[in-house]
Structures are given as C-alpha cells and as structure tokens.
C-alpha cells in the first residue's frame, strides 16, 4: 500500500490549494483516510478524515475553511484548503487506516494518528502573510 501527497507549495494569506492523496494497493473508498500536518518545531496534529460511507471529521482550526473529499475515479482523497493563514503552515501527510469500511464513529478514533497504518511521504504548505 503506498499513499502519494500532493498540491502543496507557497500562497499569500487568504489562498487556496488543493492537495491530493493518490493511493495504491486499497480502493480507498473502502477506508478510513485522514489529513495531518506538522508545523516546524511541532507535533504532528490531525485536520480532517473522511470515512468510507462519507462522514467527515475536522479539527475546530479548520473548520469552514477546509474540505475533504474523495475522487473515486482516481482512487484519491482531496483536501481543498480555502483562506489559508501562515498558522497553516506545514507539512501536510494523509494516511490511511487498514481497517476494512470502519463502523467505529467516535472522532477520537479517527484523529488518533495510532489509527493509521500507511502514510504518504508529505507535501509542504507554505502561506505567507
């Protein structure tokens, strides 16, 4: 199983991209994938996840700014990100969890990076004031 981030790079405050998470191995809309980042200096921390029936969870920073969705056809999972503030900067991984169309709801579930078995290798979010 192999998972491919891209769409990073650098944008003015107020900016969007869209990141991609490309996945091999799985039909990812079977799985649960999630979006993390990692700030310089930082813990890496949970933004958003999408479950295989289309629940999504986001974490509060994010909220009404960020969409995460999947692209069967591609068998990828996008992270539209809107209104981009330099707090947003980071390296941005996806992930997936190997647990086969997860019934488990709780969010806690989902932005515990312990739940996740495959990651990509990262794409870097640079937003400049």
């Known amino acids: 199983v192999q998972l491919q981030a891209s769409g990073g790079g650098l944008v003015q405050a107020g900016g969007s991209l869209r990141l991609s998470c490309a996945v091999s191995?799985?039909?990812?809309?079977?799985?649960?994938v999630g979006w993390f980042r990692q700030a310089p200096g930082k813990e890496r921390e949970f933004v958003a996840a999408i479950r295989p029936g289309g629940t999504k969870y986001y974490t509060d920073s994010v909220k009404g700014r960020f969409a995460i969705s999947r692209d069967n056809p591609k068998n990828s999972v996008v992270l539209q990100v809107d209104s981009l503030k330099p707090e947003d900067t980071a390296v941005y991984y996806c992930?997936?969890?190997?647990?086969?169309?997860?019934?488990?709801?709780?969010?806690?579930?989902?932005?515990?990076?312990?739940?996740?078995?495959?990651w990509g290798q990262g794409t870097l979010v640079t937003v400049s004031s």
């Open positions: 191995g799985r039909t990812a809309f079977n799985y649960a």
């Open positions: 992930a997936l969890d190997n647990t086969f169309r997860p019934s488990v709801q709780e969010i806690d579930y989902y932005r515990d990076r312990l739940t996740y078995d495959y």
